[in-house]
């Protein structure tokens, strides 16, 4: 069983859809929760982190986190094409090692 | 503020060789991570530094090494290269958690 899981995708929503991007994790002791998008070629940019149970609103962008079913999602709201990439789910534990899903490619098509 | 800078951003090298990567953190980040990024395998962690001290090791060979300096800056290190050592490399700084990627140094062994 893979430590952090992530749907590859493609995940394609229309232009102005709820996107909703899905990521569950083995390890019960884990006590931080990153998204990051990945353009084609660039490197990861973090969009939200959230540590504890419930949602997390940072304008377009939602994480909710449930630990008791090991579970992080992120919600886009208006999705644009310019939203367009690979969202990277990742998982922390008391230190800075993330550990990472492989990544669900989304497609905003207009 | 300025970012995370990674040095050089490309590099080509044979097998046999070997290879340092150099990441300046973002100012006021004590903690830098290095990650190997590859299509077949994602983001992998390698390590991380803290105030000029190993702080965590990932699942790699002794080929890979690491150290960090005391203005925080960091370097990776890759003895005898093989080709499955062509990566993107990455260096995140951090504090409070959050971390945040440099642009990458991409390796090409040939």
């Known amino acids: 069983q893979k430590e952090v899981e992530q749907n590859s995708g493609p995940l394609s929503v229309p232009e102005g859809a709820i996107a909703s991007l899905n990521c569950t994790y083995s390890?019960?002791?884990?006590?931080?929760f990153f998204w990051y998008r990945q353009y084609s070629g660039k490197s990861p940019e973090l969009i939200m982190s959230?540590?504890?149970?419930g949602d997390k609103e940072d304008g377009r962008f939602t994480a909710q986190l449930n630990k008791a079913s090991q579970y992080v999602s992120l919600l886009i709201r208006d999705s644009q094409p310019s939203d367009s990439a690979t969202y990277l789910c990742a998982v922390g534990h008391n230190t800075d090692k993330l550990i990472f899903g492989t990544g669900t490619r989304l497609q905003v098509f207009p | 503020k300025a970012g995370v800078t990674q040095t050089p951003r490309y590099l080509i090298k044979t097998r046999g060789q070997q290879v340092t990567l150099s990441c300046s953190p973002i100012s006021g980040h004590r903690s830098v991570s290095w990650y190997q990024q590859t299509p077949g395998q994602g983001l992998q962690f390698l390590f991380e530094?803290?105030?000029?001290?190993?702080?965590n090791k990932g699942n790699f060979p002794g080929r890979f090494s690491g150290r960090q300096f005391s203005n925080s800056r960091s370097e990776m290190n890759v003895s005898t290269l093989e080709l499955g050592d062509s990566a993107l490399y990455l260096c995140a700084s951090s504090r409070d958690r959050e971390q945040y990627f440099g642009p990458g140094t991409r390796l090409t062994v040939t």
């Open positions: 390890d019960r002791g884990s006590q931080s």
């Open positions: 959230i540590y504890s149970n």
């Open positions: 530094y803290f105030s000029e001290t190993q702080r």
